[in-house]
Nanobody, 123 residues
Framework: QVQLVESGGGLVQAGGSLRLSCTAS????????MGWFRQAPGKEREFVAG????????YYADSVKGRSTISRDNAKNMVYLQMNSLKPDDTAVFSC????????????????WGQGTQVTVSS
């Protein structure tokens, strides 16, 4: 199965930007839809953004729509999440995940997960 490792998290001021990266190994991500999730302290993990196997379909949570962009580079086996206009409420561990071809509608549909990268947004 595909193994996923996130990077790019860190501390940023409110209004700033971060670009998260997800590097895959073991399988080509061309066979998978890819997604980003986040989990804040004391909260459940929530979907942030997804992109299907071909990159033709994307979906964003309302909380990040308009200020985040998910993209993929299948040749490099990588997925990215560009986040702009960051808010303190964005503070969370961000994880990438994979599902077969299409964006899964439930958490159980995401079959592989990375360990996550911490994003902290200060006021």
């Amino acid at each position: 199965q595909v193994q996923l490792v996130e990077s790019g998290g860190g501390l940023v001021q409110a209004g700033g930007s971060l670009r998260l990266s997800c590097t895959a190994s073991g399988r080509t991500i061309s066979n998978y839809a890819m997604g980003w999730f986040r989990q804040a302290p004391g909260k459940e993990r929530e979907f942030v953004a997804g992109i299907n196997w071909s990159g033709e379909t994307t979906y964003y949570a309302d909380s990040v729509k308009g200020r985040s962009t998910i993209s993929r580079d299948n040749a490099k086996n990588m997925v990215y999440l560009q986040m702009n206009s960051l808010k303190p409420d964005d503070t969370a561990v961000f994880s990438c995940a994979a599902s077969p071809r299409e964006i899964a509608l439930t958490l159980s549909g995401w079959i592989s997960w990375g360990q996550g990268t911490q994003v902290t947004v200060s006021s």
